[in-house]
């Protein structure tokens, strides 16, 4: 069974830190491109950051540029996101996902398997 378990999310102040986690089971987690998404109340799914297969690569969204960074640890199948300068608009359930494809993507339709989400909320 494949499954994408995200952790990590939490309540924190703007300005403050958090990391996301994101364990990868029943597939090859090396030969998939992985990323993040994240969907705030009443907006659609937006991504927020991938990296490639050997981690060689990585995409971000200008909204995150300079404040998150996305990383993998293919020996432990995890995947990572470090958000750090949190602002109150980067509230929103985040998503984990692993894509068809070796290299970076940022559409949704490139991402076969999908975690269940985490939710981060930052208070202004």
């Known amino acids: 069974e494949v499954q994408l378990q995200a952790s990590g999310g939490g309540l924190v102040q703007a300005g403050g830190s958090l990391r996301l986690s994101c364990v990868a089971s029943?597939?090859?987690?090396?030969?998939?491109?992985v990323g993040w998404f994240r969907q705030a109340l009443g907006k659609e799914r937006e991504f927020v950051g991938s990296i490639s297969r050997s981690g060689a690569l990585t995409s971000y969204a200008d909204s995150v540029k300079g404040r998150f960074t996305i990383s993998r640890h293919n020996a432990e199948n995890t995947l990572y996101l470090q958000m750090n300068s949190l602002k109150p608009e980067d509230t929103a359930v985040y998503f984990c996902?692993?894509?068809?494809?070796?290299?970076?993507?940022?559409?949704?339709?490139?991402?076969?398997?999908w975690g269940q989400g985490t939710l981060v909320t930052v208070s202004s």
């Open positions: 996902a692993a894509s068809v494809y070796s290299g970076v993507r940022d559409r949704e339709r490139d991402y076969k398997y």
């Open positions: 029943g597939f090859t987690f090396d030969d998939y491109a």
